[in-house]
């Protein structure tokens, strides 16, 4: 961490909810991994979020683990960045409440994620999930954060966090960094694997709509034969053939094939082959990544010690800002 001062400061967050998969890998983590030397990194699992729906308390617990033991399987290096979870930060919530009172109804009511879940269960739409992108710009802003690498579906939140902190600095002088968005061109979006022009989601009710980081090799091989494509028969990135497009795709971020190397080798092979190396490709991907998975997150103990640090180190830094926003907002100081 010496030389931590010197990087511009990088901080990713994912809701442990659901079944962390293929999207979120290729969407977010493979970049934190390969963005880790370079940035002052921050991941928080943000639980906070999370119960933005109702979660089983018992699931969420074992869930935060199973992330944080998948992260550093994905290859986080949690001594090198500062890995902890969100609810052991109380500045989160405190800096969220202040920004709310910075936050228009109407930019809150355009936001798509909002809708696409409130569409999901019209009943007790809790007012956290109205407020889900206030709390993100709050996770982000308190850091001094440049950079956010996230999946494509998280770009209009980071544009709200932009406004904010650009309303809030125009009224109260420089308090906030203005964060950039960084989202790969290639997996920055993948779809759904029954309804192609939906993203994959990790809490789709239907697990074969996503590839989960820890399904084994017969439930890749069932997922995707299952997946839907079209009449054709030419495995081909083209945007009119949704299904077909989102395999190339997720074997292109698998193997860093191009789209057109990859259309080139499957020629005239027929959606059959091309399914058959797909889940071939995944499955070998995924393996080294659950063996490694299952050796960190037999040691709870260890994670332990790794969170306790990690938010020692988030409840440092937090507070200087922290206080700083009290100050310009003219609240008295601590005393
Ligand atoms: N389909 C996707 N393709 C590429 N990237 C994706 N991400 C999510 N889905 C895809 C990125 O993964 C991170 C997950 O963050 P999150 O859990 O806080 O938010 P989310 O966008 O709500 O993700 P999910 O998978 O859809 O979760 P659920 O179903 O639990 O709400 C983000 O960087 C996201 O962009």
């Not at 409440?97 to 019209?122: D, P, V």
């Not at 209009?156 to 309303?167: C, F, I, P, V, Y």
């Not at 239907?206 to 009449?231: C, E, F, G, M, Q």
């Amino acid at each position: 961490m010496g030389d931590r001062k010197q990087k511009p400061v990088l901080l990713s967050g994912i809701q442990p909810s659901g079944n962390l998969m293929v999207g979120n890998y290729f969407g977010a983590i493979k970049n934190w991994v390969t963005l880790q030397g370079q940035y002052d990194c921050l991941f928080p699992l943000v639980d906070l979020h999370a119960i933005t729906v109702r979660q089983n308390p018992a699931e969420l617990r074992a869930r935060c683990y199973d992330f944080l033991a998948l992260y550093i399987a994905c290859g986080i290096d949690p001594d090198q960045n500062t890995v902890f979870v969100q609810s052991h930060v109380p500045a989160h919530a405190q800096l969220a409440w202040i920004l709310n009172c910075f936050t228009y109804m109407g930019e809150l009511n355009r936001m798509h994620q909002f809708k696409e879940k409130a569409s999901r269960s019209e009943q007790n739409i809790s007012a956290g999930l109205f407020d889900y992108p206030v709390l993100m710009a709050a996770d982000i802003l308190l850091y001094d954060t440049k950079l956010v690498p996230v999946g494509d579906d998280q770009k209009q939140h980071l544009e709200l966090t932009r406004d904010l902190a650009s309303r809030f600095n125009a009224r109260y002088g420089d308090v906030f960094t203005i964060p950039e968005p960084f989202v790969p061109d290639v997996g920055g979006r993948i779809m759904s694997l029954q309804e192609p022009l939906k993203k994959m989601s990790k809490s789709d009710t239907d697990p074969n709509n996503y590839i989960a980081l820890l399904d084994d090799a017969d439930t890749v091989r069932r997922k995707i034969k299952r997946a839907v494509t079209d009449s054709g028969c030419s495995a081909a990135y083209d945007e009119s053939r949704p299904g077909i497009a989102n395999l190339v795709v997720i074997l292109s971020c698998v193997t860093g094939e191009s789209y057109g190397a990859i259309e080139e080798r499957f020629a005239g092979k027929g959606y059959r082959r091309f399914k058959q190396e797909l889940a071939d490709a995944v499955t070998a991907f995924l393996k080294p990544l659950q063996k490694r998975y299952r050796a960190i997150r037999g040691d709870e103990k260890a994670m332990e010690t790794m969170l306790r640090h990690g938010a020692e180190q988030a409840r440092d830094r937090a507070r200087p800002m922290l206080e700083n926003i009290h100050n310009v907002l003219g609240f008295i100081p601590e005393i």
